[in-house]
């Protein structure tokens, strides 16, 4: 670690340590795609923790949304026809894998493939 770098760890807020963390891990996390960096309409696999868990019917169909954080930036994660899925839960790491794309502004991958990681101390 250089000195720039250590002056800004100690100066950084919480919320800057957590996205470094976030970030640290998701390369950590074999082949994965940075969330800020995922090309829309492309199949790529994420990682991250999950900040929310919502259940939101679309036109009378249940769906499970979630936001996937990764420290450069959120996706949303929707399972359509569940109500629940064991284990996807707030704080949750998780490793995704599925289509990118926008909906109402905001990345979204739409059932996707997903790996319980542990957390931390796990």
Do not use: H
């Not at 995922?38 to 696999?45: C, F, N």
């Not at 284990?87 to 991958?109: A, D």
């Amino acid at each position: 670690m250089t000195l720039r770098d250590a002056l800004r760890k100690a100066v950084a807020s919480q919320d800057e340590i957590e996205a470094d963390e976030e970030r640290a891990d998701a390369v950590r996390a074999a082949g994965c795609t940075p969330v800020g960096a995922a090309p829309e309409r492309t199949r790529v696999k994420m990682a991250g923790v999950l900040r929310s868990v919502v259940l939101r019917p679309r036109e009378g169909v249940p769906a499970l949304e979630a936001e996937l954080y990764d420290g450069s930036g959120t996706v949303e994660l929707v399972w359509l026809g569940r109500r629940e899925i064991a284990g996807v839960e707030p704080g949750r790491r998780l490793k995704v894998e599925g289509l990118v794309c926008t909906r109402e502004g905001r990345r979204s991958m739409f059932n996707p493939r997903y790996e319980l990681r542990p957390r931390p101390g796990e």
